[in-house]
């Protein structure tokens, strides 16, 4: 069976091109015993994916040049030689990172994959219930450590995990302030997912300026989704025993050289405040704990949620380069 895998091409050099993919007609083997055919079905871009491009040591093996990229996906068996599965079970990998390579089929052993439930749309396993979901819950209930009252503060707050950690702050009496880029996104943010209020970075050169209108009683908790300049306007404005959850830093991602800004080290000591980054594979253990609380919120109406969703399997690399361009609201999505 001949199928279409998309390539690392070239390690890129700060924002990544069309030219960093390659795409290539490959041959399957056989299907063996005990072996299964998949088709993927969805497929997630994340911001991670792009220090995986580097050729440097990190919390997960980098890609390899000449190998299939991979990512979160959810695919549909298509043949199986095991009794578990049988053409038109919706999967996922069973590993702590179920990640599918980018290829229009792959054969995986029986053993390594899992049936997902088909009464939840089958992307909410990439979004919501996925890895974004998980990553807000953790960061903000584990280190965030919300308390009534207090004050939110979350950069890339109209992206995949902005948006659930959000609406979990408010879900524990928070007030919750995001940042975005663009008016659409801010209108979003408050009329559809009860933030209280929404910063627009874009064409903004004084963020400090726009916390300190928004947060007059400062910052409590910033879950930081973004570093750079936005972050260093969040700082700024942080609270005696403030915490702050470092969970990506995407304004950095293609930077070609050591970026030179603040350093939130004096601040941090004078004002007691917790600074700890964190990767969602560190809670892999009580996946089942946080998976429960968020069908459960997501079944009463407490989390809501959008996806930006592009098709066709030659999409995906458009859809990874978006992510540097602001172009999703909530989770994007490829359907293949």
Known sequence: MKVQQILLAARPKGLPTQSTFKTVTVELPELQQNE???KPVYYSVDPYMRGRMNDTKSYIPPFEVGKPIESGGVATVVESKDNNFHPGDLVMLTASRPLLPWSTASI?????LKKIDNNIPPSYYLGILGMPGLTAYFGLLDIGKPKAGETIVISGAAGAVGIVAGQIGKIYGCRVVGI????EKVKMLTDKFNFDAAIDYKGNNDIQASVA????????VYFDNVGGEISDGVMAHLNNFARVVLCGQIALYNSTEVPVGPRPQPLLLTRSVLMQGFVIGNYATRFAEG????VEWVKTGKLKYTETTMEGFDKL????LGLFAGKNSGKLIVKV
């Not at 995986?108 to 390594?112: D, G, K, Q």
């Not at 975005?180 to 008016?183: P, R």
């Not at 947060?215 to 409590?220: A, E, F, H, S």
């Not at 690399?317 to 990874?320: H, V, W």
């Open 291 to 294: 998976f429960k609380d968020l």
């Open 213 to 220: 209108a928004i947060c007059p009683n400062g910052v409590d």
């Open 180 to 183: 975005a880029g663009g008016a």
């Open 108 to 112: 995986y052993p029986a053993s390594s």
């Open 317 to 320: 690399p458009e859809a990874f």
């Open 36 to 38: 299964v055919l998949i």
